[in-house]
């Protein structure tokens, strides 16, 4: 069974950096394309980043966060710098399915973005 | 980027009713290249990650009840549940990847689903 873990979620100061990552098994990370897709504390979905045929980012995030992955750790990472306090929010990996859809996603990491 | 509004925002159906819920894009998500539709639909139950149901608006993924069924095409689409269950209580989204490939894709902003 695909399983997607993320770690490194937790409280931040505004204006701070954080290193999130997502640990693939049972799954070959390199092989699909990947997405950080967020939920703000009792919001709807927005996509963040992807990375597979390149990278792109939601425009709230473009020079502040980047998406990136080691194929011999099979991970994702997304590298969070001067975050904001509307950066809070629980954050998902997910794999690539048909077309653009999501097909499988992880439990999400809470990052906080607080004074 | 391409707007994705669902209607209603919430919604109570008794168990064993159908549950209808509707997701218009503000344009048109079909590629007349492949006449598919880039339009995939969302369960999420609290606590938990969203989970994938259907895609190209009306494919269901493996092992998802065929009570679940996706329609429509263009800018007009509906997640039907036919037959309520007590686990189908969840917020729905409807997501666009007709954009994917510049990266933009875009959510609904949920229906939840409620028994009355």
């Known amino acids: 069974e695909v399983q997607l873990v993320e770690s490194g979620g937790g409280l931040v100061q505004p204006g701070g950096s954080l290193r999130l990552s997502c640990a693939a098994s049972e799954f070959t990370l390199s092989s699909a394309w990947m997405s950080w897709v967020r939920q703000a504390p009792g919001k709807g979905l927005e996509w963040v980043a992807k990375i597979g045929g390149g990278e792109s980012y939601v425009d709230s995030v473009k020079g502040r966060f980047t998406i990136s992955r080691d194929n011999a750790k099979n991970s994702l990472f997304l590298q969070m710098n001067s975050l904001r306090i509307d950066d809070t929010a629980i954050y998902y990996c997910?794999?690539?399915?048909?077309?653009?859809?999501?097909?499988?996603w992880g439990q999400g990491t809470l990052v906080t973005v607080s004074s | 980027d391409i707007v994705m509004t669902q209607s209603p925002d919430s919604l109570a159906v008794s168990l064993g009713e159908r549950a209808t819920i509707n997701c218009k894009s503000s344009q048109t998500v079909l590629y007349n290249s492949n006449n598919k539709n880039y339009l995939a639909w969302y369960q999420q139950k609290p606590g938990q990650p969203p989970k994938l149901l259907i895609y190209?608006?009306?494919t269901r993924k493996s092992g998802v009840p065929d009570r679940f069924s996706g329609s429509g095409s263009g800018t007009d689409f509906t997640l039907t549940i036919s037959s309520l269950q007590a686990e189908d209580v969840a917020v729905y989204y409807c997501?666009?990847?007709?954009?994917?490939?510049?990266?933009?894709?875009?959510f609904g902003q949920g229906t939840k689903v409620e028994i009355k």
């Open positions: 190209w608006a009306s």
């Open positions: 997501q666009q990847y007709y954009s994917a490939p510049s990266g933009a894709y875009t």
């Open positions: 997910a794999s690539g399915g048909d077309g653009g859809s999501f097909d499988y």
